[in-house]
């Protein structure tokens, strides 16, 4: 799942940036901003921030 980040919450550490592999996060007035479309959904970047300002939703079941 792509994860989803709380701008409000993030303090722009950019630990999250350095672990992202194709590098989709960048820093855009000191909070984290993902460009969507670079993700590859590997969820590396979640257990890296401090204020747990990444989430990664569950998919819904559609059972
Ligand atoms: S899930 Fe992986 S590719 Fe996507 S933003 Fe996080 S670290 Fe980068
Ligand atoms: S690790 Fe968290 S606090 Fe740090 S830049 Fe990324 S989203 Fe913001």
Do not use: W
């Not at 194709?22 to 590859?40: D, G, K």
């Not at 959904?41 to 990444?54: D, H, L, R, Y």
Request: proline share 11%; glycine share 4%.
């Amino acid at each position: 799942m792509i994860p989803i980040i709380d701008e409000y919450m993030c303090i722009g550490c950019g630990k999250c940036i350095e672990v992202c592999p194709p590098q989709a996060l960048i820093l855009t007035n000191e909070r984290a901003h993902l460009r969507e479309e670079f993700c590859e959904e590997c969820g590396f970047c979640a257990p890296e921030c401090p204020v747990n300002a990444i989430i990664i939703p569950f998919p819904l079941s559609t059972d």
